[in-house]
């Protein structure tokens, strides 16, 4: 049976870091801009995701994971598209994601730590060529790295 993200998780992920993130003394209304928005919306996201993909198609410390999808264009553009729409929904966005929940789409992959750190690693830096500003790329990595326990197996 799939699995699907809940909009529950990616409304209560998008809360948890909106409110983590306030500074303190802030008031709600002051941090309750939608992350998605402070972004740059759908293009924005499209663009990160995009370059985002590229980078860790090109990686050796991780491609090997995505091996099906860089050798076939067909399985990359859908990938992009999965993961373009995951990024809008935890992020705010008006997408939903409909594919498997995390743990559901790397069982068995043996995914470690230092994997899930250099793709890490690889988002990071394409937020920094982007330009995307350090309070939206703070929590951008917050809500995607507290996808890391549902993504790793090994350690």
Same mark, same amino acid.
């Given at each position: 049976? #799939?699995?699907?993200?809940?909009?529950?998780?990616?409304?209560?992920?998008v809360l948890a870091v909106?409110?983590?993130?306030?500074? &303190?003394?802030?008031?709600?209304?002051?941090?309750? $801009? &939608? +992350?998605?928005?402070? +972004?740059?919306?759908?293009?924005?996201?499209?663009?990160?995701?995009?370059?985002? %993909?590229?980078?860790?198609?090109?990686? /050796?410390?991780?491609? @090997?994971?995505?091996?099906?999808?860089?050798?076939?264009?067909?399985?990359?553009?859908?990938? @992009?598209?999965? *993961? /373009? $729409? *995951? %990024?809008?929904?935890?992020?705010?966005?008006?997408?939903?994601?409909?594919?498997?929940?995390?743990? $559901?789409?790397?069982?068995?992959?043996?995914? /470690?730590?230092?994997?899930?750190?250099?793709?890490?690693?690889?988002?990071?830096?394409? +937020?920094?060529?982007?330009?995307?500003?350090?309070?939206? #790329?703070?929590?951008?990595?917050?809500?995607?790295?507290?996808? #890391?326990?549902?993504?790793?197996? #090994? @350690?």
């Amino acid at each position: 049976m #799939k699995t699907i993200l809940s909009a529950q998780f990616a409304r209560r992920a998008v809360l948890a870091v909106s409110l983590l993130a306030l500074p &303190i003394g802030a008031s709600a209304a002051e941090g309750d $801009t &939608i +992350l998605f928005n402070r +972004l740059g919306g759908m293009p924005a996201v499209r663009l990160v995701v995009d370059r985002f %993909v590229d980078k860790i198609f090109a990686d /050796t410390r991780v491609n @090997k994971w995505f091996s099906a999808a860089v050798s076939d264009p067909e399985r990359a553009a859908a990938y @992009k598209a999965s *993961l /373009t $729409t *995951l %990024v809008c929904q935890v992020t705010g966005g008006p997408c939903r994601y409909e594919g498997p929940d995390m743990a $559901t789409a790397h069982a068995d992959r043996a995914i /470690t730590s230092d994997a899930f750190d250099a793709v890490v690693e690889d988002l990071t830096a394409v +937020l920094d060529e982007a330009k995307v500003p350090a309070r939206e #790329k703070r929590d951008l990595l917050a809500i995607l790295g507290g996808l #890391k326990s549902a993504i790793v197996e #090994k @350690k």
